[in-house]
């Protein structure tokens, strides 16, 4: 018990550090990729530091709630999701409930951004849920690839079924595939970059943050991006220690950026299409493929 408590101390601040890393590399990556020197990779922990000392400006209670619910549901899901053999919070259902947890992001930042009042919040909030209406029915249907082929609903067995085997992108290239292809939409990254779109709707939801409230959002969203590699680690990587979980998370982030450096933007149309047709038909005949063997 002692062992676990630390665990649920630790891991989220370890979460919080790769995640912080990850947008500080990305900044960097892409400034390389466009020929410019780009920021410091730790340019997000001087952001940070910065916008705690500003001052903040709160539209109302539900405003306030709205960023504590989307920030706590995040660090919830992190205990859930293995990353090198820990978890502080497995058991045999951990998969529904991860699947659960990943509404309560989008879900507090809609009911932050409602209570801002502002058109550009809205109209980013509209393009949040449809791109996630997009992107969760090819996401499910790799979800549910993977439970029927191993036969659980439990991430720590599936992870040690694929230490014990081969990895499950072995055994499941489409649902796989289908993730990776989904993937910069759950980012939020090019070609999906449409929620916030600084150049068309101003930040979209973000819009009317500022000070702490864009600090803990930036938090939020450092969460959100380990929690989405580590699960694609987990489901297709067969995990592994925490060095090696790291180094596959890095190349799969990598990959993200690379697309995310030449691909144009996509109107929210063109995003569900693109996620409904591809990614939903190599996830479903995964799914089909995965119930005939098991």
């Not at 920021?39 to 922990?45: C, D, E, H």
């Amino acid at each position: 018990m002692v062992i676990k408590a630390v665990w649920i101390i630790v891991l989220p601040i370890i979460a919080f550090i790769i995640g912080v890393f990850f947008l500080g590399l990305s900044r960097k990556v892409i400034a390389r990729i466009h020929r410019r020197y780009g920021p410091p990779i730790y340019q997000p922990v001087i952001d940070l530091i910065k916008l705690m000392n500003q001052k903040s400006i709160s539209h109302g209670r539900l405003f306030d709630m709205g960023v504590i619910l989307s920030l706590a549901g995040s660090i919830v899901l992190v205990l859930f999701i293995p990353f090198g053999g820990i978890a502080p919070l497995s058991g045999s259902g951990d998969f529904l409930v991860v699947l659960y947890l990943m509404l309560l992001a989008p879900l507090g930042v809609a009911l932050s951004g409602g209570e801002g009042a502002n058109p550009n919040i809205s109209i980013g909030i509209s393009r949040k849920m449809m791109l996630s209406l997009g992107y969760e029915v090819p996401l499910l249907f790799s979800i549910l690839a993977v439970m029927t082929y191993y036969k659980t609903t439990s991430l720590v067995e599936i992870t040690k079924a694929q230490q014990h085997l081969s990895w499950g992108v072995i055994y499941l290239p489409l649902p796989a595939i289908a993730y990776f292809m989904i993937l910069p939409a759950m980012l939020g990254i090019r070609p999906f970059d449409i929620v916030s779109a600084p150049q068309e709707i101003s930040s979209g939801p973000s819009v009317e943050y500022g000070g702490r409230y864009l600090a803990l959002m930036t938090v939020e969203h450092a969460f959100h991006t380990f929690i989405v590699l580590a699960l694609f680690v987990d489901l297709f990587l067969g995990g592994g220690n925490p060095f090696t979980f790291f180094v596959k998370m890095l190349v799969v982030f990598l990959l993200g950026l690379f697309i995310h450096a030449v691909f144009p933007r996509f109107r929210i149309d063109q995003a569900i299409k693109y996620c409904w047709k591809w990614p939903s038909i190599l996830a479903l005949a995964g799914l089909v493929i995965a119930y005939v063997v098991a």
